[in-house]
């Protein structure tokens, strides 16, 4: 049976609904939790885009990846990353709160961000 849990992140700090979400995702709420179980879920996550931010993060927080070249590292702030992609910055914020294990991928497919 699946189950879809819907949940709206208007004027909500990206950071507390990441948590929710990523313990949502891995079924931390159930009373036959096991860690190496997926539950049988779907977490739909409504306005991204009105998402708030604590602080000055959309100055100061900076993502940063990796080329795989010497000096190919490349880095945007969040207020960029808002502007050119806002489901990016959700889906970053709750993978990374996933453990880091083969089943992150399988539980970020239950992820669906409108």
Request: aromatic share 8%; glycine share 6%; hydrophobic share 35%.
């Given at each position: 049976?699946?189950?879809?849990?819907?949940?709206?992140?208007?004027?909500?700090?990206?950071?507390?609904?990441?948590?929710?979400?990523?313990?949502?995702?891995?079924?931390?709420?159930?009373?036959?939790?096991?860690?190496?179980?997926?539950?049988?879920?779907?977490?739909?996550?409504?306005?991204?885009?009105?998402?708030?931010?604590?602080?000055?993060?959309?100055?100061?927080?900076?993502?940063?990846?990796?080329?795989?070249?010497?000096?190919?590292?490349?880095?945007?702030?969040?207020?960029?990353?808002?502007?050119?992609?806002?489901?990016e910055v959700m889906k970053k914020a709750v993978n990374r709160m996933l453990?880091?294990?083969?089943?992150?991928?399988?539980?970020?497919?239950?992820?669906?961000?409108?």
């Amino acid at each position: 049976m699946l189950q879809e849990i819907k949940i709206d992140a208007k004027n909500k700090i990206l950071g507390r609904v990441a948590t929710q979400i990523a313990s949502l995702l891995r079924g931390k709420d159930l009373v036959d939790f096991v860690p190496y179980k997926i539950p049988d879920r779907k977490i739909i996550i409504e306005n991204t885009d009105k998402i708030k931010f604590s602080g000055q993060k959309t100055e100061q927080k900076i993502y940063y990846r990796y080329t795989g070249y010497p000096g190919g590292i490349k880095q945007e702030k969040l207020a960029d990353l808002m502007k050119r992609d806002y489901k990016e910055v959700m889906k970053k914020a709750v993978n990374r709160m996933l453990p880091n294990n083969k089943l992150r991928k399988e539980m970020m497919k239950n992820l669906i961000i409108s």
